[in-house]
C-alpha cells in the first residue's frame, strides 16, 4: 500500500486517463497527449507539469478472469483517474529522508523527494512539502499543492 488512508483532500481532479500501471500515492504528471496524465515523466526537464496525487491504483486486468473490482480503489491501464491536486496525503514513495517542513519535489516514476534533481538546466518541480519525517512503517505525510 502506497497511500494511508490518513489524509485530507482539499482538491481532487478526475479528468485524466492514466495509460500506465501505477500504485496510488504517486505523482502523476501531464503528457503530450491531451487528457492523459503518467506517473513515468521525467521529474527534470522541459515540460515536466506534475498534477497531483494518484489516488485509485491502475493495473493491467483482465476481465475474462474476474470481474470488476468494487471493494478497491483499482481501474484498468486508460481510464480515468482521480488525482489529489490539494491535500494532506500519507505515502511511503518517498526517495530520501524527509524532515518535516522540507519541501517535496517530484522524483523519478511519481516518487517525492526532499532532494530536488536536475538536468544542468531544469530543476525538478516542488510539488508541496512534508508535514512529518518517515514513521516507523516508511510513510510521511506530504502536503500536495499543485
Known amino acids: ?3 494511508s488512508p490518513r489524509r ?4 481532487t481532479e478526475v479528468h485524466f486517463a492514466l495509460a500506465v500501471a501505477s500504485e496510488r500515492g504517486a505523482i502523476a504528471s ?4 491531451a487528457g492523459q496524465a503518467t506517473t513515468l515523466a521525467n521529474p527534470t526537464g522541459v515540460g ?4 497531483g496525487m494518484l489516488l485509485d491504483d491502475v493495473e493491467s486486468m483482465n476481465f475474462d478472469r474476474h470481474g470488476e473490482y468494487r471493494n478497491r480503489m483499482v ?3 486508460g481510464s480515468v483517474v482521480g488525482l489529489g491536486a490539494k491535500g494532506d496525503y500519507e505515502t511511503n514513495l518517498i526517495v530520501g529522508t524527509p524532515t518535516p517542513g522540507a519541501p517535496a ?3 523519478a516514476s511519481g516518487y517525492v523527494s526532499p532532494t530536488q534533481l536536475t538536468d544542468g538546466i531544469t530543476p525538478a518541480p516542488q510539488v508541496g512539502k512534508f508535514r512529518t519525517g518517515l514513521n516507523a512503517n516508511g510513510f510521511a505525510l506530504v502536503h500536495v499543492d499543485l
Open 30 to 33: 501531464h503528457t503530450s497527449t
Open 48 to 51: 515536466t507539469a506534475p498534477i
Open 8 to 11: 485530507q483532500q482539499v482538491w
Open 1 to 3: 500500500m502506497a497511500l
Open 75 to 77: 481501474v484498468d491501464v
Open 105 to 107: 519535489y517530484l522524483a
